[in-house]
């Protein structure tokens, strides 16, 4: 097998860093540069929410520290029905948009419901949000009323943030072109302009009703697809905060500069497969996928050697996952499987020989070829070394392999067109409980295009959905992964935090809980360096 940390330095360091030269940037404005995401667009619904804009606001907040649910977002509080399937929000009176555009009311939240659950919305996990009924209720209460049980329906609205809260009298006079243009928030930060593939800019907004004061004047997010770019952005001092891949971390350290991590686990990687491929009479069967074999989907998790993956991908700060979307702080989690784990996930690739040979293959496979997406998502830089590494793997265990370069729209759009025939990193961010995290990664309930096409597993999530007892929840959750499991349904990788790399002469500290999607959020808590 090809030496995988020289794959992953041709890799990581294609760009030469001293190829950006700049001047540094001024005191009172922080630059961030991240990766760039799916979709930009100053219509959050036209995004699959990767990154909640700093000048808009949810309904319900996270704690920086500990991620937890908390009342720093648009309501004051919630409460729900004992059946789970009325949550109700209560509005903080004193909470307005920017540019003088009014209170945020009621009837703001239920404009934007509206705006987000349309056809054109591209936002993961909206179908929850299309279920619901919402209704004012004076000018600072709102009622969702959901024909199912939902004791996660918080998650939608915190850090995962489905939905984000946009001023009906701004829409009212100036359409979407309005929003499009300048949209008003209620969020710490007031928009200034969007370079679109470039940059986004934001004013700090002075005496913000909520009382928050960040220590500098503007923020600047730039988008930069490549990260050898990033990194000699920081070192030339044209940004003060940049995302890298762990790979590149430690030449930035190495110059004075200092990494940040989230304060709570924020991501968990995973190889996925595409095709609903554990339907007999699926599209798996008309492209004739070798991956709906399930000796051919262990041989696939054999060859992977997460040890190594994990110290070249996350410089060893990660923990190997056992079942992807499963995680131990949630109701659900099966402590069995890590038990079970490396006897039956270990890296093994004599063993995914064998298998290959029981199965057959390649002769018994008109189409052998296992398509690798080799793609890129915001917050995930690893993702386009980590296919090169997975093929070199799989190769060496015996798999056909090529490479396709696909963007991440490209992907998902293949994905929603049930015409994917590949397998393509992919991630749990923000990490979910666990009961969303099951339904949305293998069923045709949350995320039809994620589903692995297995009708018993679908049949559980009916039954997830439809209760509202916990424990009968927690122990149908337990079912689902361990079947899961049972079936090598993907090929879980790791648990990591977000990271960014700051320059301490300009950066002070930051502390962010990883709970959105890209990983990053509370920029208002940046701390600037005196």
């Not at 996952?321 to 989690?333: E, Q, T, Y």
């Not at 296919?387 to 060496?396: K, R």
């Not at 509202?468 to 149908?476: G, N, P, Q, T, V």
Request: net charge negative; glycine share 8%.
């Amino acid at each position: 097998m090809p030496n995988i940390r020289s794959v992953a330095r041709r890799t990581m360091m294609a760009c030469a860093v001293s190829s950006i030269v700049g001047t540094a940037a001024f005191a009172q404005n922080v630059v961030v540069a991240i990766d760039p995401g799916s979709a930009e667009s100053n219509l959050y619904w036209e995004t699959i929410g990767g990154l909640i804009p700093p000048n808009m606001q949810s309904l319900v907040g996270n704690d920086p520290e500990t991620g937890v649910y908390d009342a720093s977002g648009l309501a004051e509080s919630w409460e729900h029905d004992e059946d789970f399937t009325r949550w109700t929000f209560h509005l903080k009176p004193g909470a307005v948009f920017s540019g003088d555009w009014g209170p945020v009311t009621a009837e703001d939240v239920v404009h934007s419901v509206a705006l987000h659950t349309g056809d054109d919305s591209r936002l993961s996990g909206i179908q929850s949000l299309r279920a619901a009924t919402v209704t004012a209720d004076g000018d600072h209460t709102v009622h969702f009323d959901l024909p199912n049980p939902d004791p996660d329906f918080l998650f939608l609205h915190a850090g995962r943030a489905v939905l984000v809260v946009y001023s009906k009298a701004q829409y009212d006079a100036e359409g979407l072109e309005g929003y499009a243009r300048n949209p008003a928030g209620s969020g710490p930060f007031t928009f200034v302009s969007r370079d679109l593939g470039n940059t986004l800019k934001y004013d700090v907004a002075k005496d913000h009703w909520s009382g928050s004061s960040p220590r500098y004047d503007s923020l600047e997010l730039r988008f930069v697809g490549e990260p050898a770019t990033r990194l000699a952005m920081l070192l030339a001092g044209e940004a003060d905060i940049v995302s890298l891949p762990r790979e590149l971390q430690p030449e930035a350290e190495a110059q004075g500069h200092q990494t940040i991590s989230s304060a709570q686990a924020s991501v968990q990687t995973a190889f996925v497969l595409s095709g609903l491929f554990m339907d007999p009479e699926g599209p798996g069967a008309e492209m004739g996928l070798p991956w709906q074999d399930v000796r051919i989907r262990e041989a696939m998790n054999r060859a992977l050697d997460r040890e190594a993956l994990i110290d070249v991908l996350y410089e060893g700060r990660a923990e190997p996952l056992v079942v992807f979307s499963m995680d131990p702080r949630f109701d659900g989690h099966v402590p069995e499987l890590a038990r079970r784990f490396e006897a039956e996930y270990g890296h093994d690739p004599d063993r995914a020989r064998e298998l290959l040979a029981e199965a057959d293959y390649p002769g018994a496979f008109a189409n052998p070829v296992i398509p690798i997406a080799a793609t890129a998502l915001g917050g995930s830089p690893e993702f386009g070394l980590m296919a090169e590494l997975v093929q070199a793997m799989f190769a060496d265990a015996g798999l056909q392999t090529e490479i396709r370069e696909m963007d991440w729209p490209t992907l998902q759009n293949a994905r929603l067109g049930f015409t994917a025939d590949f397998a393509h990193p992919m991630r749990n961010a923000p990490v979910r409980p666990n009961g969303i995290g099951v339904l949305a990664s293998y069923t045709e309930q949350l995320s039809p295009a994620y589903s692995i096409g297995s009708r018993e597993l679908d049949g559980m999530g009916d039954r997830l959905i439809e209760t509202k007892d916990l424990e009968e929840r927690a122990a149908l959750i337990r079912d689902m992964f361990t079947y899961v499991f049972d079936n090598y349904a993907h090929m879980p990788i790791a648990t990591i935090s977000a990271e960014v790399v700051a320059n301490p002469q300009r950066v002070a500290g930051w502390t962010f809980p990883g709970s959105s999607s890209s990983g990053f959020s509370h920029f208002e808590l940046i701390e600037t360096a005196d």
